[in-house]
């Protein structure tokens, strides 16, 4: 299955690169994945999920270890095990991009992080297609 490694690649990247508003200003969710772990081991109150702040480190911790394990699936010999892992992990990796924008249609910080995951999703709908018919 070596044509999955650039689709699984690129999945990843754009997940990485999804515009978060934080604050007064813009960032990616990779700056958050970096930082998230530091968060999550030290502050008892990162997860909250009411507001998009409260989500954003959770959601980018989930994003940061979904991601690695994804690209880790990408060395799984048995074809069969690997794709459904690969079919696992990317729709973990859905889930958790709809949580970050649950508020969509309330909020202009979720609408933002929408908008900017749209290649994110298309390119996990073609991973998924080309896992399973392919």
Same mark, same amino acid.
């Given at each position: ?41 030290t ?6 999920w009411?507001?998009? %702040?409260?989500?954003?480190?959770? &959601?980018?911790? /989930?994003s +940061?270890?979904?991601?690695?394990? *994804? #690209?880790? =699936? ?24 709809f949580i970050?924008?649950? %508020?969509?249609?309330?909020?202009? &910080?979720d609408? /933002?992080? +929408?908008?900017?995951?749209?290649? *994110? #999703?298309? =390119?996990?709908?073609?991973l ?6 392919k």
């Open positions: 299955m070596k044509k999955l490694n650039f689709p699984v690649i690129t999945t990843v990247i754009l997940n990485s690169f999804i515009v978060i508003g934080a604050g007064h200003g813009l960032g990616i969710l990779l700056i958050y994945e970096i930082i998230s772990p530091q968060f999550i081991f502050d008892s109150n990162a997860f909250n009411d507001h998009y %702040d409260g989500r954003l480190i959770p &959601v980018a911790f /989930l +940061l270890l979904f991601q690695l394990l *994804f #690209l880790m =699936s990408l060395k799984i010999k048995r074809s069969q095990l690997q794709k459904i892992v690969m079919n696992v992990f990317c729709i973990i990796l859905i889930f958790i991009f970050l924008v649950k %508020d969509f249609s309330k909020s202009n &910080v609408r /933002l992080s +929408l908008i900017s995951g749209i290649p *994110f #999703l298309i =390119s996990s709908l073609f998924l297609f080309k896992v399973n018919f």
